[in-house]
């Protein structure tokens, strides 16, 4: 059974970083391709960054050069490292891995930005 926890949210200011993880169950991170989405209220939810198994990473475009993804395959997490926050952040940040059919989701983890 998957299942993903993410942690490591909270409030920064901004300008300031956090760290997010996903703590993976059921699968093994580093061979597969994984996602970080988030989601404000009343919005869809957004995709943010992938890190596919070969290492590969892709950003939104409003993210790049601040936010980093990546995976620790001994501990079988993935990261979201978020630099230079900005208010426009500030959102509910999920952990995303596809296993076709299915699409598994953890239970997000709150990032506010704020002064």
């Known amino acids: 059974q998957v299942r993903l926890v993410e942690s490591g949210g909270g409030l920064a200011q901004p300008g300031g970083s956090l760290r997010l993880s996903c703590t993976a169950a059921?699968?093994?991170?580093?061979?597969?391709?994984m996602d970080w989405y988030r989601q404000t209220p009343g919005k869809q939810r957004e995709w943010v960054a992938g890190?596919?198994?070969?290492?590969?990473?892709t950003y939104l475009d409003s993210v790049k050069g601040r936010f980093t993804i990546s995976k620790e395959n001994n501990r079988n997490l993935l990261y979201l490292e978020m630099d230079a926050l900005k208010p426009e952040d500030t959102a509910v940040y999920y952990c995303?891995?596809?296993?076709?059919?299915?699409?598994?989701w953890g239970q997000g983890t709150q990032v506010t930005v704020s002064s």
């Open positions: 890190i596919q198994a070969a290492g590969t990473t």
């Open positions: 995303h891995y596809r296993r076709y059919p299915n699409e598994y």
């Open positions: 059921g699968i093994i991170v580093g061979i597969s391709d």
